[in-house]
Nanobody, 115 residues
Framework: QVQLVESGGGLVQAGGSLRLSCVAS????????MGWYRQAPGKQRELVAT???????NYADSVKGRFTISRDNAKNTVYLQMNSLKPEDTAVYYC?????????WGKGTLVTASS
């Protein structure tokens, strides 16, 4: 089993910034993809950004140019720098990792961008 612990969520005014972190621990062999997803009230969970072990990134169109994903493979940690936050970014943000044998989710951290 892999455990994921997210941190860094909170309340920020629109236009502000937050940095999310997610640390993976447990039965880690070789994490391939680390990423962030979010779920707003009444909506389905959606991809925000992912990053492969080789550094290839993928972003949702809605966050391109504002959010940056990065990872520290030595620390099994993935980050999400969120700038120019908008009220529509308000959601619970979930970390997800993929490695041989399956994928794992964190419990989420709430991000609220107030107008």
């Amino acid at each position: 089993q892999v455990q994921l612990v997210e941190s860094g969520g909170g309340l920020v005014q629109a236009g502000g910034s937050l940095r999310l972190s997610c640390v993976a621990s447990g039965s880690i062999f070789s994490i391939n993809v680390m990423g962030w997803y979010r779920q707003a009230p009444g909506k389905q969970r959606e991809l925000v950004a992912t990053m492969t072990s080789g550094g290839e990134t993928n972003y949702a169109d809605s966050v391109k140019g504002r959010f940056t994903i990065s990872r520290d493979n030595a620390k099994n940690t993935v980050y999400l720098q969120m700038n120019s936050l908008k009220p529509e970014d308000t959601a619970v943000y979930y970390c997800r990792v993929v490695q041989r044998g399956g994928y794992y989710w964190g419990k989420g951290t709430l991000v609220t961008a107030s107008s």
